[in-house]
């Protein structure tokens, strides 16, 4: 295990109706004038945005409003929210929804305290030094970034999808009631289950030696994504599956399972490409990729993927054929994300096997880092096997 700081001050709020103090929390984090920030009409029509409002309303903490977020969130709206932000002395922003609000949010909170463009940021052009507080009240169990110190936007200039990473940009508080999640159409709660997924994988697929803790504490959590997702599939408004899956999305990206080990994400850089240019679903163009980057990487730890496919998925070793062992288990992480309804390769997806060039060029992948280091040969054979990816494994 290598040495490690863990660092998560966000303080998690968890629970029915627990909404309805926000107002509370905002004060607690000197709150004094707030832009609250959401995404479509359902967080209005439920009359959530109106609690939150009251909530805010007790405290006597004024407040502006900025809805219109989409998924993979546009560059065009960040703008107006700076400018809002601004015009109007905002001194706290408030993310009511799942991980396209907050990072957009996150994109306002740096960019409202920078003179020059909050797009340098993404771009490595400038260092972050200063931001706004961020709350969130979670309304989608996806992302993570409810705990995160990351955030995720588009350029729709160029369709370009970039990131930034830093502590000033944690939210300071994050309100989960996972009632709140029982309205989710199936699709975006498969989506949800597959990020979160995606977000364990990314640090179980490591080059560190002797990471036993953080390894049960992955197996753990996909074990549980395993069990809770089919049950809310099928049950919507069952309440305990959502709170385990809300709580999960929130471990899986905190860090604390990533402490001491070495990490990859060259598969969330690979699949940033496809939603920037198709604009799908991230969680839906991880379940295309995610799988398709085990089986080019596999070979470069064999008995890491026969862990997992024994520990995770119930495979049965194979000691003399581990790979076997490896390759059932993918296979079987795959046929889980199609039982859930997610898309497993690029005809499913809506993604071109032509633009496989485009979007190769796009992506700036990161050489010398990562379980496996990747070039863009590499990239393109990743590619190649998700665009005919099929549940027995492998391209057909």
Known sequence: MESFNFYSPTEFVF??????????????????????????????????????????????????????????????????????????????????????????????????????????????KAEIKRALPVGVVLTIAAAGSEGSGASVVTKVEGGLKRDIGTDLIRPRFAIENPALLCTLPAYQTACGITDIMAHIFERYFTNTPEVEVGDRLCEGLLLTMLKE?????????????????????????????????????????????????YDCAHGAGLAVIMPAWMEYVMHHNVMRFAQMATRVFGVEMDFENPEATAKEGICRFRKFLKSIGMPINFEELGAKEEDIPTLVDKLNPGDGWGFLPLKRADVTAIYKIAAHATTEGGAS
Not at 111 to 120: K, M, R, V
Not at 245 to 273: F, K, L, P, Y
């Open 15 to 124: 629970g029915k109706d627990r909404e309805n103090e926000v107002g509370k929390y905002v004060k607690k984090f000197g709150g004094t004038r707030v832009l609250i920030h959401y995404g479509g009409k359902s967080a209005l029509k439920s009359g959530l945005i109106d609690r939150v409002k009251a909530s805010l309303d007790v405290e006597g903490i004024g407040h502006f409003e900025l809805g219109g977020v989409q998924p993979n969130p546009k560059d065009t709206k960040i703008y107006e929210g700076i400018e809002l932000v601004k015009k109007t002395g905002v001194d706290f922003i408030l993310a009511v929804g799942g991980g396209s609000t907050i990072d957009s949010s996150k994109a306002i909170a740096v960019g409202s305290l920078y003179d020059g463009d909050f797009w340098d940021f993404y771009c490595r």
């Open 229 to 277: 997702g089919p049950r809310v599939i099928a049950d919507p408004n069952n309440y305990e599956a959502r709170a385990n899956i809300m709580w999960a999305g929130t471990v899986a990206h905190n860090d604390i399972i990533g402490c001491g080990r070495s990490q990859d994400w060259n598969s969330h850089a690979i699949e940033h490409e496809l939603s920037g240019m």
